[in-house]
């Protein structure tokens, strides 16, 4: 077509000012009915498209949704994350999990522009990767994937990256909702009365929405009774007329919905990444009047109103394929890993502190453990990148101890680094014996947990439709001929062989038998040893925490996790983490989980409240991570403001509107550089606090510093569940301002809100 396009004119009157909607639904009006129902699912032939994924695809091109050519409307390119770009040789970011653990939202909003940036360079203009249910248990499969156990801190976590990605392309936020089991995600029903479902599940996809993002992708599982691709209390009566939400929901892929007609009239728009369960009934539905002609026309016209809403942004030309794992990138991904670690331990060894490690100290440094020389990026499954390339912690190490040592500011001789896999523990114990300090890499992998690749089930596969149709399948292998593989293969195609990782929830919190041993074995012959957990949530360290002077968590760090690693073991950068979830002293003490249930309750009570709620002390609690420096917060005030900007003291206001306002004063009396996390709980009197705010401080050495964390009061409002909405918060409330949920020096206010 020479000239504007239908879709360029209705793009620019958009840019001019005019209605998205009004311009869509003029664009839907001149579609044919079969070019409506196309903007229904995506635009790949499903046995074709399984086929290209099987082989790699997946990796090498975006997947396409609700392109009509004869009207110019160029449709959703859509790319997976959230861990980095999934298309292409991309920067292999530390987990969400990880990113969560840094209580930084700058970093992550950064974090999601870079992703944006290398999204638009493969021609990709969706972002699948802003992934916030809430951790309820971390044996879920899946946990690395989002940003801890609590709503608030995941809310604002993936607001910053979807505000990040958002300057570049669209994102998706995902999975809604309830989602937080892998090995029976397509088979349980979640019961979830409306108070849970509101306060504990839902705030954080609603902070996201709230912050703009264009998509959102519905789970797999049942909840209270309908599958969440056609429940249509989920996307129509929470989503649409709750929360206002304007943008598209597409399907999770492949099996994301049941029921053609449910699906339409619940209000989901793109069945995605094939025309599968619409493409087989909907005709069917339509003749028989169950759906009809303007229910599909009311989809079409707002997947084509939400691209105009984007086109100004999307038709932007995107960077040189160059910015892909990029030095900026790659630096950014090594500054998130070292800001995720998390020191848990830090015992005295000869009179000081096991960490940090003094190079000048060591002359050998013995590096243990199967986990220590391998490439461990995280799950192998929707989220897994092509990292060109990635630094184990021997990698980073060897790096930071070796020649480069001999050379520039703090130069000196260099460590001989020896490493041990850890198969034999008696080895190993040998080899730690003969080194100045030891470092024992466990934890797990991609094959101990991740999205669950399994067999699939005689009621799944009875979705899968006909055979492809044959000018569909010919248009689209032709489309991948022109675009070739693009030189994108597989960096590290050994680890890989038999396509996706099985995954799934796990079985355990502990390590692996082997991991334990290994531990007790190496931590007898050398007094300096430091266990380094790679996971990606909680690990139970009951059976060997105190034998090790050093525990770090340092998750799935991503493609410069080895070298972060270093710069905080050997002191060149501080331990900032802080942890997003809580480490239980015994696993009792959460939520039942059974990863094969096909019906599970979920209740309000879950991660440190659950704790608080029942009186168990955690071994790590929840917001809890150590530094080389010593921090305090030394005192705090807490006041109501007013909607007009005046404070009263915390005991009185108007309880209507305004802020909780807390300042607090940080103190840095230690030698080196460090960063508090002031965290602000709050809960009606009599129920245990929950997190409501929170203020990440840097401080240099002798340095304190005032934080003000304010809370709109609306954020502690409850649900009615007799009226079906939020109701102020009233009455006395207890306020505590601390360090982590379980800190004994917590100041506490007791708040009167009328």
């Known amino acids: 077509m020479s000239g504007p396009t239908p879709f360029d004119r209705a793009a620019a009157a958009v840019a001019g000012g005019a209605d998205p909607v009004a311009e869509a639904r003029g664009l839907v009006g001149l579609m044919t009915p079969a070019e409506r129902r196309w903007c229904l699912d995506g635009d790949q032939p499903c046995w074709a498209g399984l086929a290209a994924m099987a082989r790699g695809d997946y990796h090498r091109r975006s997947f396409l949704a609700a392109r009509v050519e004869r009207l110019g409307i160029p449709g959703f390119a859509f790319t997976d994350g959230p861990r980095g770009l999934?298309?292409?040789?991309?920067?292999?970011?530390?987990?969400?999990?990880?990113?969560?653990?840094?209580?930084?939202?700058?970093?992550?909003?950064?974090?999601?522009?870079?992703?944006?940036?290398?999204?638009?360079?493969?021609?990709?203009?969706?972002f699948g990767g802003v992934c916030v249910n809430v951790l309820r248990h971390p044996a879920w499969g899946r946990a690395q994937e989002t940003y801890g156990e609590d709503p608030f801190l995941v809310g604002e976590m993936g607001a910053a990256l979807a505000r990040g990605v958002q300057r570049h392309a669209m994102a998706c936020v995902k999975h809604f909702a309830v989602n937080s089991m892998e090995n029976a995600r397509f088979?349980?029903?979640?019961?979830?009365?409306?108070?849970?479902?509101?306060?504990?599940f839902l705030p954080h996809f609603r902070r996201v929405v709230e912050e703009g993002v264009a998509c959102v992708m519905t789970a797999y599982n049942s909840m209270n009774g309908e599958w969440c691709g056609q429940n249509r209390e989920l996307i129509t009566g929470i989503l649409r007329d709750e929360w206002g939400f304007e943008g598209i929901v597409i399907s999770d892929w492949i099996f994301g919905l049941r029921d053609a007609a449910k699906s339409v009239l619940a209000g989901l728009d793109v069945e995605m990444p094939f025309p599968m369960v619409r493409a087989q009934h909907l005709d069917a539905a339509l003749a028989d009047g169950t759906v009809t002609e303007d229910d599909v026309a009311t989809i079409a016209t707002r997947v084509v109103a939400t691209m105009l809403r984007w086109w100004s942004v999307v038709s932007r030309p995107g960077p040189p394929i160059d910015v892909l794992a990029s030095p900026e990138h790659r630096a950014l991904a090594r500054e998130a890993a070292a800001a995720s670690i998390v020191l848990l331990r830090n015992e005295p060894v000869d009179g000081g502190p096991a960490l940090p490690l003094d190079p000048a100290g060591l002359s050998r440094l013995a590096v243990v453990g199967r986990l220590a020389a391998v490439r461990n990026l995280g799950d192998g499954g929707s989220s897994d990148v092509w990292a060109p390339s990635a630094a184990t912690p021997l990698d980073g190490l060897r790096a930071a101890l070796g020649a480069d040592r001999r050379e520039g500011p703090g130069a000196g001789a260099a460590v001989e680094v020896v490493h041990d896999d850890g198969a034999d523990p008696a080895s190993a114990a040998a080899v730690a014996a003969s080194a100045d300090a030891a470092v024992v890499v466990v934890g797990y992998t991609k094959d101990d947990e991740g999205e669950f690749i399994g067999a699939t089930s005689k009621e799944l596969t009875a979705l899968l439709p006909g055979p492809d149709?044959?000018?569909?399948?010919?248009?689209?292998e032709a489309r991948l001929a022109a675009e070739g593989d693009r030189g994108w293969e597989n960096p590290n195609p050994a680890a890989e062989a038999g396509g996706f990782a099985t995954g799934g929830d796990r079985t355990s919190l502990r390590l692996h038998p082997a991991d334990e041993d290994l531990i007790a074995a190496v931590a007898a012959a050398c007094p300096r040893t430091v266990v380094v957990v790679m996971a990606g949530s909680?690990?139970?360290?009951?059976?060997?925490?105190?034998?090790?002077?050093?525990?770090?968590?340092?998750?799935?760090?991503?493609?410069?996790?080895?070298?972060?690693?270093?710069?905080?073991?050997?002191?060149?950068?501080?331990?900032?983490?802080?942890?997003?979830?809580t480490v239980p002293t015994d696993?009792?003490?959460?939520?039942?989980?059974?990863?094969?249930?096909?019906?599970?309750?979920?209740?309000?009570?879950?991660?440190?409240?659950?704790?608080?709620?029942?009186?168990?002390?955690?071994?790590?609690?929840?917001?809890?991570?150590?530094?080389?420096?010593?921090?305090?917060?030394?005192?705090?005030?807490?006041?109501?403001?007013?909607?007009?900007?005046?404070?009263?003291?915390?005991?009185?206001?108007?309880?209507?509107?305004?802020?909780?306002v807390v300042a607090a004063t940080v103190s840095n009396r230690g030698a080196r550089a460090g960063v508090e996390v002031v965290q602000v709980y709050a809960a009606a009197e009599g129920s245990p606090p929950r997190l409501a705010g929170f203020?990440?401080?840097?401080?240099?050495?002798?340095?304190?510093?005032?934080?003000e964390v304010r809370v709109p009061l609306g954020r502690l409002a409850r649900r009615d569940p007799s009226a079906h909405r939020w109701v102020p918060a009233a009455g006395p409330h207890l306020v505590v301002v601390a360090r982590h949920a379980q800190d004994p020096d917590a100041h506490e206010f007791h708040v009167d809100l009328g």
Not at 469 to 476: M, R, T, V, Y
Not at 550 to 567: F, Q, R, S
């Open 86 to 126: 999934t298309t292409g040789p991309a920067t292999a970011f530390p987990v969400s999990m990880a990113r969560g653990a840094t209580w930084d939202v700058e970093l992550e909003e950064r974090i999601g522009e870079a992703i944006g940036t290398e999204l638009r360079a493969v021609d990709a203009n969706l």
């Open 695 to 707: 203020a990440r401080v840097p401080l240099r050495p002798d340095e304190s510093s005032t934080a």
């Open 187 to 200: 088979t349980v029903d979640v019961t979830v009365d409306e108070v849970a479902l509101h306060e504990v």
């Open 469 to 476: 149709d044959p000018e569909l399948a010919a248009e689209f």
């Open 538 to 581: 909680a690990v139970l360290v009951e059976p060997w925490f105190s034998s090790v002077p050093a525990i770090a968590a340092t998750w799935y760090p991503g493609m410069e996790g080895g070298h972060a690693l270093a710069d905080v073991l050997l002191g060149r950068g501080e331990p900032v983490g802080r942890l997003p979830f």
């Open 587 to 660: 696993e009792a003490h959460l939520p039942p989980f059974d990863r094969d249930a096909e019906e599970v309750v979920y209740d309000s009570w879950h991660g440190y409240w659950r704790l608080a709620r029942d009186g168990h002390a955690a071994r790590y609690p929840f917001g809890f991570g150590l530094s080389y420096t010593d921090l305090s917060i030394d005192g705090a005030t807490a006041a109501i403001e007013a909607p007009g900007g005046s404070q009263v003291p915390a005991d009185g206001g108007d309880p209507a509107a305004g802020h909780l």
